[in-house]
């Protein structure tokens, strides 16, 4: 009995930390599967008969699957070209300590987004590429690049010297070594960076509400298909809820010990 | 793959070129960051410059002219508009509040977590799963939640016996309820980064203490408490600042109403700019936002040195 008290004492204290971040989703969750009827009953039915209709609703939009795909293509995109651009530089800063840089790209991290939106707007007109792949990926690419830069700098510092210089001694070039003996070790910091980028790339919404029309409209936007003026198509909301946040979530269980890593990296060092 | 005389040259062959170049070798620390200084140079930089221009003009675009040079006449208008200082206001408050509530309730969490059990893996990810849900989805949804008549929120307050209330659509309580969003959002990060630093200490001054007699809230009050000190502080400034950016929940919840009860700087440099197209006004209140976040973010760049030393 002495035992098992505190062991009900402990569960108790966990299930009041994990019952609150749980129950917002679990409640989008089981919405998405009532009728506009259960959904709306007062008090709420706990107890209904579950439907599939609303995610039918979804998908049979075309324009959700649409969003589906522009999504995807600009997240995926945008990542690639952030880890071209952001590995090397992420590599000089560690190798040469070059601070200035590596502050500059920590203030690109920490720009608020509304600031850069009204000048690209005006640029990405005049050069008539609003609603276009390019804006968004460029776009996109100011939140991925950062996140790889910040990331790899502090993996890259942790590569000890010694690996690459009896590569140099071979006489291979420092870029052949980067790629060939650095790069390589630096695997999960990759892939802690890539996670990242795209979630975040996935999730926003501020860019492409003003950077894209009709054709190149992301998922977060997908939403206000199912939003009107007179009502909200409650069912259809929570569906196409659960259908954005899924992807994103089963990316967090496939790399649950890089996103932890990735997010504590900011303020933990290592 | 043969390739004839006429095919351009093929990929590859440029990049081993390139892995062996000396040139590159030797210019290295310049070639390597320099794409990306472009990038950011081209996409923040020379933005951020534009915007500064900008302010200094009463540009217009449903005027159909083009903006005329009025030195610093449109930062006096904005400090002299009331609305950008409720905004302002508004935005201070949402920001330190919901930090502060963050912060309290993450340290909690982190201390009941930081101990091995079973279960510690699965309710890790159960932590990152509100912060990596879209907000402007969770936004909308939590919309439903504080609905007046269908809402959970008041069936909840009516099963306690207490009367309705109207959430966001109540001008002094809409604040507070996008700031139990941003709780339910955030806090799991914060508990998370605390959490890791509690793990990243060593035990050996808490079990000093434990045979000094010290009891449970004399050790955290003093041994541990300032030993995670320094993680939390950065954690509190990070956050800070992305809470001072909040936009998407705020959006897709009110979209700054009811009138302009919850219209914070970011929503408002958004209306100003698309919503009016008064580009003048809006840059001046960019301006404004992005010295905030620059004066923030020094401070988290002294601390980030301050910590590797």
Known sequence: MKKILPKIGFLLLVLMVVVPVLFPLLWIFTSSLKTQIDITATPPRWVFIPTFKNYQNVFQNQNFIKFFINSTVVGVSSVVFSLILGLPAAYSIARYKQEKLGLMILIARLMPGIALLLPWYLIFSRLALIDTYTALILSHMLIGLPIVVWIMTSFFASVPLEIEESARVDGATIQRTFVQIVLPLAGPGVVTSTTLAFLFSWNNFMFSQVLSMEKTKTLPLAIYNFVSYADVDWGAVMAATVAIIAPAIALTMAFQKYVVRGLTMGAVKG | ?309
């Open chain 2, 1 to 309: 793959m043969e390739s004839s005389k006429d095919d351009p040259i093929p990929l590859v062959y440029i990049g081993v070129l390139m892995l062996d170049s000396r040139f590159i070798d030797k210019h290295v620390r310049v070639i390597f960051p320099l794409p990306a200084v472009l990038f950011v140079s081209s996409l923040m930089i020379f933005p951020v410059l534009y915007t500064l221009s900008i302010s200094f003009t009463n540009w217009n675009l449903t005027s159909g002219l083009p903006g005329r040079f009025v030195g610093i006449k449109t930062y006096l208008a904005i400090l002299q508009e009331p609305r950008f200082w409720a905004a302002l206001w508004r935005t201070l408050y949402f920001t330190v509040l919901a930090v502060f509530i963050e912060t309290i309730l993450g340290m909690i969490w982190a201390l009941i977590l930081n101990k091995e059990f079973k279960g510690k893996g699965i309710t890790k990810l159960f932590l990152l799963m509100p912060m990596v849900s879209t907000p402007v989805a969770i936004g909308i949804s939590w919309t439903l939640f504080y609905e007046p008549t269908i809402g959970l929120a008041n069936w909840a307050l009516k099963l306690v016996g207490l009367p309705s209330l109207k959430w966001i659509a109540d001008p002094n309580l809409v604040i507070p309820s996008i700031i139990l969003v941003d709780v339910w959002q955030w806090t799991p990060m914060m508990a998370l980064i605390i959490l890791a630093g509690l793990a990243g200490l060593s035990i050996e001054p808490v079990e000093s203490a434990r045979v000094d007699g010290a009891g449970p809230f004399q050790i955290f009050r003093h041994i541990t408490l300032p030993m995670v000190a320094p993680v939390i502080l950065t954690a509190v400034v990070l956050r800070s600042i992305d809470a001072l950016k909040t936009y998407d929940i705020i959006y897709a919840m009110t979209n700054g109403g009811p009138g302009f009860a919850s219209e914070t700087l970011n929503i408002y440099a958004y209306n100003l700019s698309f919503s009016y197209f008064r580009l003048g006004n809006a840059a001046v209140v960019l301006f404004f936002l992005f010295t905030m976040v620059m004066i923030l973010s020094y401070i988290v760049a002294r601390m980030r040195t301050a910590l590797e030393n």
